[in-house]
């Protein structure tokens, strides 16, 4: 078929505006940027490795403890933790944790009941403040009899590090300490001005 003139500035026109649609299309994707989700779910599968206990509601509708390993999934940038596991469908419920590219925010979501609708609960573009939410909404449902804090191995690995830590501080106060009391010993024998008449291994 021949390329008439109507034709030629058909396709004229299709380009043009084809090249418009893939550079909008090129500047949402750059302004859509990665919403960070890493903290939030290396913190999720930390804790699941712990014998940390949660109250939930059982499969027989009444409450029971449950540890975190089987109530909590994290896979593909969603965390999910299941507060409810009852047969009827109409009380099974979760908590879920996603990034949202959209509106680059992290949701905390609840979906409850057959075929949930997701309840917003909190969201924030700050991973820290997304935890925060989520430790204070855990610790209104652990076991306290079940879950001992000094039998979790990152607890105990915690107090390792923070005694450590402590440790070097202490000592480092003490180097501090003894480096000044050299200083004012040596300031009062030989004087601050006359560091010529001090002897060269205690020069500064």
Not at 33 to 52: G, L, Y
Not at 178 to 188: A, G, Y
Request: include cysteine; charged fraction near 35%.
């Amino acid at each position: 078929m021949e390329i008439s003139p109507a034709l030629r500035y058909f396709f004229k026109k299709l380009e043009r505006k084809s090249e418009e649609l893939r550079q909008v299309h090129l500047l949402e994707k750059d302004l859509k940027k990665t919403v960070p989700f890493d903290e939030v779910e290396r913190f999720a599968r930390s804790i699941m490795t712990q014998n940390i206990f949660i109250y939930t509601v059982g499969v027989n509708g009444k409450r029971e403890s449950t540890i975190l390993t089987k109530a909590m999934f994290s896979i593909n940038k969603v965390v999910r933790i299941y507060y409810s596991t009852s047969f009827d469908e109409s009380q099974q419920g979760f908590l879920r944790l996603r990034p949202d590219v959209d509106q680059q925010l992290i949701l905390v979501e609840r979906l409850h009941g057959f075929r949930p609708k997701p309840e917003l609960l909190y969201a924030s573009k700050d991973e820290c403040h997304v935890i925060r939410f989520f430790v204070n909404w855990l610790l209104r449902r652990i076991d306290w009899d079940k879950t001992k804090i000094d039998n979790l191995d990152l607890y105990k690995r915690f107090v390792d590090i923070e005694r450590k830590e402590l440790e070097e501080a202490i000592a480092a106060e003490e180097a501090e300490r003894e480096h000044h009391e050299l200083q004012r010993t040596l300031d009062k024998h030989f004087g601050s001005n006359n560091k010529h008449k001090m002897p060269s291994r205690l020069r500064q």
